[in-house]
């Protein structure tokens, strides 16, 4: 059998060989996978150790560096987005009649890569007076020669034109100078930004040590109390040109003495309707030097303390001459107040009044003729916090006479307000009643006592109540509704005796009556509750 050739139909099964198969190893545990270990080797020995000499070789032998995968693909707009070339510059900006001649202002140039955008941001100066924030919004700028501004064409030192306006570029960032040098720009040297003489001007007078925390001169003193709120009224004329001839308006002066301020208005020719709803300002209440020989007239700030004089009632006594900021103003007149004034602190007698200008329609009197101090009205003053008096309130306890009897268990808190004999009316709550207000603070008038008025016109009467109608006892008519004084603090009884002769007897002594019998009622319930106790 051994010796036959190896050809189809030659090989022989031979029943004496032993079948050795290879055992399992995967198998399943509890649902779960698992590879059992061979017993016996797949391998020979020779391939075994082969194995293990490679595993070594491959974990000992120096392992060569791993070759770099190509960067990932990136478009140009992801790569510029958020790239921006900051520069710093100022631009120049010319002043007109002012005592600069042009101001510094410093701004922040933007240049956007990823669309070739410019922005153009000013700096806010605090207390500065002028438009700062963004002067140009992110767009493309057309180039003077044609196309758009480019970064290329951007460099230190250099104008950059903008819609007319000039800018200088001083500086950039690290980052801007950083990429143009990396793009082949030579870069030149960094200018400073000049200073701004208005600003230098600010500073030198914020930083003057004559510059006090009182702005009032020294020739000023402060006003005394009596001064409070009173403001005089002059007749006057102010010179003007119209139409290139000299021409004087009448205007009214108003000069306040607490603060030494003029304000100028010019009087309004219509009828008695409507004089004191319109008068044009002229000059807002500021305070005017006396003699001032500078170009600009007005008193810029930190420079009243450089002005010596100021205008004064004195200077004012009609007939008078002054010069309010260039120009000149004739006083001619003055109200009975303010000749009243000038006769108590200056000793100035008959001082002309004011003269009389005609109106369009006659007033409700029959008389046509106004005068300036009726067409300019007097401010009102305030009068600031009430005084104890009239700040103070009177509480009284009320209940409802309904004469069903029903009702007669509410119980009402009635507040009288002394200072305008206005008085509100409050229910006390109740198990099983809400309570709250009855009655809004308002003057009620007292019923007409007649017997054909009815309905709204019993109460069309001018007589309202006041603090003499509530002692105790009194039934008030309160719009239909019948209220009968019970009862009253005792602050109320205080009040009255401090002011005995301002109120009525009928009050004093029912107030009396009340607190005495309640007085007495007390008492008399501390002697039993005493006796109850020693029993």
Not at 106 to 127: G, S, W
Not at 298 to 322: C, K, Q, T, Y
Not at 442 to 470: C, M, Q, T
Request: with cysteine; net charge neutral.
């Amino acid at each position: 059998m051994a010796g036959l050739p190896l050809l189809p139909g030659y090989s022989l099964y031979d029943p004496t060989a032993l079948q050795k198969p290879i055992r399992q190893s995967l198998g399943w545990k509890k649902g779960v996978p698992l590879v059992q270990a061979s017993h016996v080797s797949l391998l020979s020995e020779e391939d075994h150790d082969d194995l293990i000499r490679q595993e070594r070789k491959l974990q000992f032998a120096d392992k060569g560096r791993r070759s770099r995968t190509p960067p990932k693909f990136l478009p140009e707009w992801a790569v510029l987005e958020k790239k921006v070339l900051r520069f710093s510059g100022y631009f120049a900006e010319h002043i007109e009649g002012g005592p600069q001649v042009y101001r510094i202002r410093p701004v922040v140039i933007c240049y956007y890569l990823l669309d070739d955008a410019i922005m153009v941001i000013e700096p806010k100066t605090p207390n500065s007076g002028l438009e700062q924030g963004r002067l140009l919004s992110r767009q493309r700028v057309p180039h003077p020669d044609g196309g758009f501004w480019h970064w290329t064409q951007l460099n230190l030192g250099m104008t950059l034109s903008l819609y007319g306006r000039k800018f200088v570029i001083c500086d950039c960032d690290p980052f801007t100078k950083e990429y143009l040098v990396s793009e082949g720009t030579e870069l030149k040297n960094p200018l400073p930004i000049p200073q701004d003489p208005y600003n230098l001007l600010r500073r030198s007078r914020a930083e003057s040590p004559s510059r006090g925390s009182d702005l009032r001169p020294r020739s000023a003193p402060l006003a005394p109390p009596s001064l409070r709120g009173v403001v005089l009224k002059f007749d006057t004329l102010v010179e003007g040109v119209d139409c290139g001839q000299p021409a004087v308006s009448p205007a009214v002066l108003l000069y306040r003495p607490e603060d030494l301020t003029v304000e100028l208005r010019q009087p309004s020719y219509f009828d008695h309707t409507e004089i004191k709803k319109f008068s044009p300002v002229i000059l807002r209440a500021v305070k005017v030097p006396l003699s001032d020989t500078r170009k600009s007239g007005f008193v810029d700030i930190g420079e009243e303390s450089e002005v010596g004089d100021w205008i004064m009632p004195r200077h004012l006594i009609p007939p008078a001459n002054v010069n309010i900021f260039g120009r000149r103003v004739m006083v001619v007149g003055c109200d009975d107040y303010t000749s009243q004034f000038l006769k108590d602190f200056y000793g100035v007698e008959h001082s002309p009044p004011m003269k009389n200008v005609e109106t369009r329609k006659p007033d409700e009197s029959g008389s046509s003729g106004k005068t300036q101090s009726d067409i300019v009205p007097r401010p009102k003053i305030r009068r600031g916090l009430l005084n104890a008096k009239d700040a103070a309130i009177l509480r009284f306890s009320a209940k409802l006479d309904s004469p069903d009897g029903e009702e007669n268990d509410r119980s009402f808190i009635v507040t009288y307000h002394l200072i305008d004999d206005t008085f509100e009316i409050t229910e006390l709550p109740k198990p099983g009643g809400l309570g709250g207000r009855v009655l809004s603070r308002s003057h009620v008038p007292k019923p007409v006592p007649s017997e054909n008025e009815k309905g709204a016109g019993k109460y069309a009467g001018r007589d309202i109540y006041n603090l003499d109608d509530f002692y105790i006892g009194s039934k008030l008519d309160v719009w239909g509704r019948h209220y009968i004084i019970t009862g009253a603090d005792r602050h109320v009884l205080n009040y009255v005796r401090e002011h005995e002769n301002e109120v009525s007897p009928q009050l004093y002594s029912s107030l009396a009556d009340f607190f005495g019998q309640a007085e007495s009622t007390n008492q008399q319930q501390q002697k039993e509750t005493g006796c109850g106790e020693a029993e």
